[in-house]
């Protein structure tokens, strides 16, 4: 069992940053892969980025470029620094595991989940 706590989320202006993260528990987090994944009100949730457990990482294509995932496994957490935010990134952000090394871009691929982080971008 996995357990997952994601914090880092606020308001935050067009152009600028944020660092979420994502606290893991339980043994052999370095084994799973990780992603997050948004929600937008009235939107499905989508995949955002992702990391293997060899640290091999993938973006969606809204984000890439401004957005880096990584992953510090003495400490059991994943991060999403964002940056040059823009308002169509405001959602709840979620953090996810799967029980395999390889990333996965549906949500269906994902065993579990965290609560969510509010990130809300303003013009």
């Known amino acids: 069992q996995v357990q997952l706590v994601e914090s880092g989320g606020g308001l935050v202006q067009a152009g600028g940053s944020l660092r979420l993260s994502c606290a893991a528990s339980?043994?052999?987090?370095?084994?799973?892969?990780m992603g997050w994944f948004r929600q937008a009100p009235g939107k499905e949730r989508e995949f955002v980025a992702a990391i293997t457990s060899g640290r091999i990482t993938y973006y969606a294509n809204s984000v890439k470029g401004r957005f880096t995932i990584s992953r510090d496994n003495a400490k059991n957490t994943v991060y999403l620094q964002m940056n040059s935010l823009k308002p169509e990134d405001t959602a709840v952000y979620y953090c996810a595991a799967r029980g395999s090394s390889w990333y996965g871009q549906s949500e269906t691929e994902y065993d579990y989940w965290g609560q969510g982080t509010q990130v809300t971008v303003s013009s």
């Open positions: 339980g043994r052999s987090f370095g084994s799973y892969a």
